[in-house]
């Protein structure tokens, strides 16, 4: 019989229990110094505190460099200047546990050094019940990176209520507002985070806000593989499914990057609003494919196609179709339909039968229109096509006549540049170098290489 089974957990515990096993992955000691190096503790009455703590390795380092350099500390001035928050019961436990026995290490008597970390590691949330005005000059720590769809209902309502709606779209955008909103006018923030916050979309009015008061001083890219360690009841052997860096962010006017709404780029630091010259986007029209909703309604097999009018169908290409980066002969059609007139009965009939399973949000007031339109789409001349998802800039080149679907990136050559010239420049080492530095990480080396980021792709011709 398990203890939850005698002793039942309530909905809030269950939901920081939830929190706690898809969050709780820790620093490595290496990762821990070297960002405690960056920042200016300890010193005088600076006081550093780790806003989730969880086994307390950020709060055991620098509790090492406190008593290194402060050997006779007192209690009241090491409770003062040392401070650590962590939500989870168990965690918390941890936490006090490596502070105590560091402290008897150093010579505190066991009850005095338990005591002692009792106090310094709160067992609370740092987001509702923590501080809300300046009071930290050093923050420091590795923060929860997850996205607010993923929390239990009642911490999502609970920090939407405390916080501001630029936060509110992953945990890791909570931290950092409220790490920026609890700092001293000299203060620092030294984090360990995941690097999506730097350059996405979602994340630029945190940035903007953030930008207002902090810059960033030192920005540098972490060996997931290395950079933490889990705890036991984590499976062991894997890395996080994060691309990680350690940032330190100080006063706008001492730091290297000042921030802003524009993306900060981890492995291409400059400065945010730099210009790149001339851009793909203005020589060339880049779109993104039509998403035609669930598969086998408006984008149908060659068994299906055979039974409707042919003059209402077009060979249609996912990535699928793309083998060794050559484009294989399309064995889907896509359904083309317009606002203006009904199709004819066999494809109304086709639509009819299969619409009750199309995803809802793919649902159209005018039911034999497709999710996304493309009935206006020139399909008369040839195009490029980059996947999404990718390791490299790799176009493919599409004949007329076809049409990539569901969000492929298509590129349409303009009048200034022949498209041959257009897949010269992203087939080159520059492009592809540049393309690496500025876009998402994702698994086994691949990139997200949005209509955004191939925008504003720097070219020459």
């Known amino acids: 019989m398990r203890m939850n089974d005698l002793f039942p957990l309530s909905e809030r515990e269950e939901a920081i229990n939830a929190l706690h096993y898809a969050t709780a992955i820790y620093t490595a000691a290496p990762v821990v110094d070297d960002l405690l190096d960056a920042v200016d503790w300890p010193r005088g009455n600076r006081r550093l505190v780790d806003p989730s703590c969880g086994d307390g390795i950020f709060l055991g380092r620098a509790l090492a460099r406190l008593l290194r350099e402060r050997p006779k500390v007192r209690e009241d001035e090491l409770l003062d200047v040392l401070q650590g928050w962590e939500l989870h019961p168990s965690a918390a436990q941890q936490s006090r546990a490596r502070v105590a026995e560091l402290l008897e290490d150093h010579g505190w008597e066991p009850g005095k050094a338990r005591a002692a970390s009792e106090r310094m590691v709160r067992q609370a949330d740092f987001l509702t019940a923590g501080p809300t005005g300046p009071y930290c000059h050093v923050l420091a720590g590795n923060p929860p990176y997850l996205r607010f769809t993923n929390l239990h209902q009642l911490l999502r309502a609970e920090y939407q209520a405390a916080l501001p709606a630029y936060a509110c779209s992953d945990l890791l955008h909570s931290f950092l507002d409220r790490c920026a909103s609890v700092l001293m006018p000299d203060g620092e923030v030294a984090l360990v985070t995941a690097d999506r916050w730097l350059f996405n979309v979602g994340a630029a009015k945190l940035r903007e806000s953030l930008g207002s008061r902090l810059g960033i001083d030192r920005l540098q890219r972490l060996d997931p593989t290395s950079a933490f360690y889990r705890p036991k009841d984590r499976r062991a052997g894997s890395p996080p499914r994060i691309h990680p860096v350690s940032v330190v962010l100080r006063p706008s006017s001492v730091a290297a990057i000042p921030l802003s709404a524009a993306p900060v780029f981890p492995d291409k630091q400059e400065q945010p609003n730099q210009k790149p010259g001339i851009t793909l986007g203005e020589i060339a029209k880049v779109t993104l494919a039509p998403w035609l909703g669930t598969n086998g309604i408006f984008v149908v097999d060659e068994a299906t196609a055979a039974s409707l009018p042919a003059e209402h169908l077009v060979p249609a290409i996912d990535t699928d179709d793309i083998r060794d980066g050559q484009l294989q002969t399309p064995t889907r059609y896509a359904i083309r ?34 999710p996304e339109s493309w009935h206006k789409r020139n399909l008369n001349e040839p195009i490029l096509l980059v996947p999404r998802i990718a390791r490299s800039l790799r176009p493919v080149r599409v004949p007329p006549g076809i049409l990539p679907v569901n969000h492929n990136l298509s590129i349409v ?12 420049m992203l087939s080159s080492k520059e492009a592809n170098e540049w393309m690496q530095a500025h876009a998402a990480r994702l698994e086994s080396g691949f990139y997200s290489l949005t209509t955004t980021l191939l925008r504003q792709l720097p070219v020459q011709f």
């Open 413 to 424: 050559a303009a009048d200034r540049v022949t498209l041959d010239e257009i897949e010269e």
């Open 337 to 370: 339909t317009t606002p203006d007139c009904p199709p004819p009965p066999a494809i109304m009939a086709h639509l009819e039968a299969n619409m009750h399973r199309m995803a809802k949000r793919g649902l159209r007031k005018i039911p034999w229109l497709p």
